[in-house]
């Protein structure tokens, strides 16, 4: 089975101040990750995703994360916050070999990211 | 190219009533998911719907929920006898289950509520 835990359920920086947003994973396979942003009244938008390619990962808006296998870790960060990236942020796990029931995806609970002005 | 679109974007309704919640994929996605997000929650796992195969529906939280999906395209999530726990946003998401990883795709949700 896996699971994805997020480890902080509200992050809150200064803008201009650097972003991490922790994720870590279990999974019997070697997974793929994802990490989500949702912002209010909004659905769900990929940020950026691993695929085995490379362990540093960039995605849009400037966010990055970088997948540490010996500590079964995805961290989502960005050098300088700014006010636009106050929103909710989700990380995923997929396994397809999990015969989980959203195609193997597993969501973390989120991530609210406060940006103090 | 257009997203999943979801209708109606809010809803209200009565507590006792049923209610349909419509998606409309992007075109040429197999691959169709239901989910729920209730306030302070993650998001939960309703139904999955893949090609002409059944849907796994291991996700509905009760036999008040279902949902079908016609000609492999629109999907509607019907909820009977709504409760007020059922107040929540329904998202619906496609994938092309193509590539690797699979990729879901959300649309901007529904959000439920039950008076």
């Known amino acids: 089975a896996q699971s994805v835990t997020q480890l902080d359920s509200h992050v809150s920086v200064s803008e201009g101040t650097p972003v991490l947003l922790r994720c870590n994973y279990s999974s019997s396979y070697s997974p793929s990750l994802f990490w989500y942003v949702q912002h209010p009244n909004k659905g769900l938008q990929l940020l950026l995703k691993y695929t085995s390619a490379a362990t540093l990962v960039k995605g849009i808006n400037g966010f990055e994360a970088e997948f540490k296998k010996s500590e079964t870790s995805f961290h989502l960060t960005k050098p300088s916050a700014h006010m636009s990236d106050a929103a909710e942020y989700f990380c995923v796990v997929s396994d397809p070999y999990s015969g989980g029931g959203a195609d193997g995806l597993t969501f973390g609970k989120g991530t609210h990211l406060i940006i103090q002005p | 190219g257009a997203g999943v679109s979801q209708s109606p974007s809010n809803k209200v309704t009565e507590k006792g009533k049923d209610v349909e919640l419509r998606c409309d994929p992007i075109?040429?996605?197999?691959?169709l998911y239901w989910y729920r997000q209730s306030l302070g929650q993650g998001l939960e796992f309703l139904i999955y719907f893949q090609g002409n195969s059944a849907p796994d529906k291991s996700g509905l939280p009760s036999d008040r929920f279902s949902a079908e999906r016609t000609g492999g395209s629109v999907s509607t999530l019907t909820i009977q006898r709504t409760q007020q726990e059922d107040s929540a946003v329904y998202l619906c998401?496609?994938?092309?289950?193509?590539?690797?990883?699979?990729?879901?795709?959300f649309g901007p949700g529904t959000r439920l509520t039950v008076t």
């Open positions: 998401a496609s994938s092309p289950r193509t590539g690797d990883p699979y990729e879901q795709y």
């Open positions: 075109s040429g996605h197999t691959a």
